[in-house]
């Protein structure tokens, strides 16, 4: 069977997500916290790591920087995955650009522990997710919004994640930023990538801003990602803004609009 929600339901069918979710069997997550793995990053949150059980915003620097914002909150999923057991869920909505297996599978993340779930609207969005955070079976949620994250609604994915063990991430989208409850932000353009003598990008590399951190402290940093050891690693001086450093080609084409 495949582990792919189609990519075409509509209207949103959260009674197949609510289906499909308690169909995956249980998990083995690791509570707390989820190290990058670096101590000067780790040692500016405030529990050593991104939290789970809470909500992390993750947005691009600038309009461009959409897939490099996208290929960074994958690699922590890819790390999160190689930790636990269970599958995670990707929200995304009409008209953003889809990951794809073979870039998957180049981030070091599974393509068959990766559900996609397509939705039509933002409200969809939050609705699937705050239903994913309440089934079994899942380790890591991440949904993609065409707005700004409103505060009340991060205070309902807030309450909703407080019971479970669950990665949450929310992508925003550049310029849409307002009041809300997560507990980290983060902002993330592409920078210079390691390439082979292929001229294949090696390792991709992303410029991180941690504009937000609850308890803890902020900071800036070039990371790069080591999708066989699903580790980061601080690269070398910072570099000028690369588009060559996006996610490392993990995105398809963009979908097209539906009709009707």
């Not at 849409?176 to 983060?186: F, G, H, I, L, Q």
């Amino acid at each position: 069977m495949s582990s792919s929600v189609p990519l075409d339901l509509a209207p949103l069918d959260l009674a197949a997500l609510r289906a499909l979710v308690a169909d995956r069997g249980g998990t083995s997550v690791l509570r707390g916290a989820l190290p990058l793995g670096i101590h000067d990053v780790d040692t500016r949150l405030a529990q050593g790591g991104l939290a789970l059980g809470q909500l992390h915003e993750i947005a691009p620097a600038q309009a461009g920087d959409e897939p490099a914002a996208l290929g960074f909150a994958l690699a922590l999923v890819a790390r999160h995955l190689a930790r636990v057991r269970g599958e995670a869920l990707l929200v995304v909505g009409r008209g953003h650009p889809l990951p794809y297996g073979h870039g998957l599978a180049g981030l070091g993340l599974d393509p068959g522990r990766l559900l996609l779930f397509d939705v039509a609207s933002d409200g969809d969005a939050y609705r699937a997710l705050e239903e994913s955070l309440r089934a079994q079976g899942l380790a890591a949620v991440a949904g993609l919004i065409d707005a700004a994250l409103p505060l009340a609604q991060s205070r309902r994915l807030h309450l909703a994640a407080a019971h479970t063990d669950l990665l949450l991430l929310v992508l925003r989208p550049p310029e849409a930023d307002s009041p809300n409850v997560a507990a980290t932000r983060w902002r993330v353009a592409a920078g210079k990538a390691l390439r082979d003598r292929f001229g294949c990008i090696e390792r991709p590399c992303w410029q991180v801003t941690l504009d937000r951190s609850r308890n803890g402290r902020t900071g800036h940093w070039l990371l790069e990602w080591d999708h066989a050891a699903h580790r980061f690693g601080l690269a070398g001086a910072l570099a000028d803004h690369a588009a060559e450093a996006g996610p490392g080609g993990i995105l398809g084409e963009r979908r097209a609009q539906r009709s009707g």
